[in-house]
């Protein structure tokens, strides 16, 4: 396999402040990797270190097995796309993107050729003579992504190059550059707090948190099978319980949740008998009056409301303790005659839900 960015024990520290945490980690040539966790978790600055910005406290990076170490941004085979894009408005679209080229002393027919090239790429090729200003704001997240593309990048750094767009055009950007990544090949490593973006486009995510990789999996193997209770609480939704494991046997673990509530699940920790934990449960997996019981862990609840939100719409039911549980709602519209205030139950599979050790 071939290895584009390779990081090895990286740790940066600022004082007395760690903000990366000796991490380390491998980009396959032609793969879209993310890193995702909250905001001041580290990751900028991560990104920062490979751009050759910011320097590691220790720990080697290499790129196409070069070391990085005492390499200038402007001379490592990366480049760097900014949440706030940087076009320059003085300049048509076609200026823009070979303003780089220009700077490296290309000649003006490999410039013509080089742009004229990569706007097809990006599907813009009647956009040259445009002036920025005149484009939206998908247009120019793609001419800022065209303008790193022209100069041949090894690796092309995203930092939430999204972040500054609306919600509709931020879902449609996703699967665009899915798709450019997929048509150029180009090795995308992509910063980002939102795990939609990270889950839809990358082949493989890191889930970051106070400067240490927690996970490094494919976007499936994340959600289905998270190796940390944060991971399992930041990617995707869940309902969690604090419990008490009152019981082991075989695969499986019986718990009590502090609502009195009794479950059979997995583990994905060793745990023992009065081992406190915490419980995850995704809405998909609840089963809303089930018709076949056996094995399924049982609870009644009340409707509190309905939340439509089409293909996402789902039930927000409270049991008889007060304890609130979201509940998603098949598609096929077979649950429609379900209103607020109904008595309704519930029932999940134990190999559905998954237990961690209670981190006090």
């Given amino acids: ?101 220009h700077r490296r002393g290309v000649d003006k027919q490999t410039i013509q050729k080089k742009v004229h090239e990569i706007l097809e790429r990006v599907g813009l090729p009647e956009y040259a003579n445009k002036r920025i200003d005149q484009l939206s704001g998908g247009q120019k997240q793609r001419i800022a992504i065209a303008r790193c593309l022209v100069l041949d990048p090894t690796v092309l750094l995203l930092d939430e190059p999204l972040g500054a767009l609306d919600l509709k055009l931020r879902e449609q950007m996703k699967v665009e550059l899915k798709k450019l990544q997929s048509e150029v090949g180009t090795t995308f490593i992509y910063i980002t707090h939102d795990q939609s973006e990270a889950l839809v486009m990358s082949d493989s995510v890191a889930v970051m948190q106070n400067g240490v990789f927690e996970q490094i999996a494919s976007p499936r193997e994340l959600y289905a099978e998270p190796a940390t209770s944060f991971v399992a609480s930041f990617v995707g939704d869940n309902n969690t319980w604090s419990a008490t494991v009152s019981g082991i046997e075989n695969d499986c673990i019986a718990v009590e949740t502090d609502s009195n509530l009794h479950f059979k699940t997995r583990s994905k920790d060793n745990v023992s008998i009065g081992q406190k934990v915490d419980l995850f449960l995704r809405p ?75 981190e006090e």
């Fill in 1 to 101: 396999m071939n290895i584009d960015l390779s990081a090895k024990d990286i740790v940066k520290k600022f004082g007395a402040l760690t903000a990366v945490n000796n991490i380390s980690f491998d980009v396959p040539k032609g793969s879209f990797f993310s890193i995702l966790g909250p905001s001041g978790c580290g990751k900028t600055t991560l990104l920062r270190m490979i751009a050759g910005f910011d320097h590691p406290t220790s720990g080697s990076l290499k790129i196409c097995g070069r070391d990085m170490l005492g390499i200038a941004p402007n001379k490592r085979p990366v480049n760097l796309v900014f949440q706030h894009l940087a076009l320059f408005p003085m300049m048509n679209v076609s200026e823009n993107i070979a303003f780089g080229l």
């Fill in 284 to 358: 998909e997996a609840i089963v809303i009056n089930p018709h076949d019981v056996s094995g399924l862990n049982l609870l009644q609840v009340t409707v509190k409301a309905v939340l439509f939100d089409g293909a996402n719409s789902r039930l927000l039911t409270v049991t008889k303790a007060g304890r609130e549980l979201t509940v998603s709602l098949p598609q096929n519209r077979q649950y429609d005659y379900i209103q607020k205030g109904d008595r309704i139950s519930l029932g999940w599979s134990p190999e559905s839900g998954i237990c961690f050790k209670r």
